[in-house]
Nanobody, 124 residues
Framework: QVQLVESGGGLVQAGGSLRLSCAAS????????LAWFRQAPGKEREFVSG????????NYADSGKGRFTISRDNAKNTMYLQMNSLKPEDTAVYYC?????????????????WGQGTQVTVSS
């Protein structure tokens, strides 16, 4: 089973950018559908973006459309989330998640492997 480790979080001013990375161990990384979720204090974990095993299909929550870009490099066992035009409401712990299968599920229950999370804080 793949193991996931996020990095790249930090403190940024509104309007700034961050790139999150999700590094995976395991030889079957390219078989997994991957996704980014986030959880703000006092709120439920929510879907941000997903990407198919090959990288050919992606989907986004409305909150990130036009600002966030998900990608993956299967040769490096790494997934990325480029976040531009950040807003204070993007402040959250960001998690990467993985699942076997084909569909780009958006529910927490669709994913069985999770990283430990990386904090993103956007100041106004």
């Amino acid at each position: 089973q793949v193991q996931l480790v996020e990095s790249g979080g930090g403190l940024v001013q509104a309007g700034g950018s961050l790139r999150l990375s999700c590094a995976a161990s395991g030889r079957t990384f390219s078989s997994y559908v991957l996704a980014w979720f986030r959880q703000a204090p006092g709120k439920e974990r929510e879907f941000v973006s997903g990407i198919s095993a090959s990288g050919s299909r992606t989907n986004y929550a409305d909150s990130g459309k036009g600002r966030f870009t998900i990608s993956r490099d299967n040769a490096k066992n790494t997934m990325y989330l480029q976040m531009n035009s950040l807003k204070p409401e993007d402040t959250a712990v960001y998690y990467c998640a993985a699942r076997m299968g084909y569909g780009l599920g958006t529910g927490v229950e669709n994913y069985g492997v999770w990283g430990q999370g990386t904090q993103v804080t956007v100041s106004s």
